[in-house]
């Protein structure tokens, strides 16, 4: 078939749209994501689903809740190497802080964090922070309701 594209005899198909380049740190998030998995449901305080409107990328995030302070998280990633290291880093930076602080960051904290991402890829950080704080609303409505751990 010599007309079909990305055959040995043709080469690899022209790459269409835009290059995107990633700093290490970036690049080093999205190959080794921390915090990635779920917490089981003993262990959950807190869950956030939120999805990407731009792209229909999908966060999940847990959170389990010690006095007053985040003890564990960990996340699921649908998108793109973006998403996951943007993810990640919130992640650690959300870890072991108390609520009202976790509550305060930003998805400017998490490109500074990482020591910047493509403009075009910003808004691939908030899916960790909105998550975040879904995750946050939802063990606030568990206490509410005296379903959740302080
Ligand atoms: S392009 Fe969808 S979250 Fe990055």
Known sequence: ????????????PEMAGPVIYYNETVLEHFVCPRNVGQLDDQETDGFGLVGDPICGDQ????????D???ARIAFRSFGCPGAIATSSMLTELADGKT????KRITDDDVVEALGGIPERKRHCSLLGVRA???????WE?????????P
Do not use: F, N, Y
């Open 1 to 12: 078939m010599d007309d079909e594209p990305g055959t040995e005899e043709q080469g690899l």
């Open 59 to 66: 966060m999940k995030l847990w959170i389990s809740v010690r």
């Open 68 to 70: 007053g302070a985040i």
């Open 99 to 102: 609520i009202e602080e976790a």
């Open 132 to 138: 975040l704080q879904a995750a946050i609303s939802d």
């Open 141 to 149: 409505r568990r206490r509410a309701a005296g379903d959740g751990r």
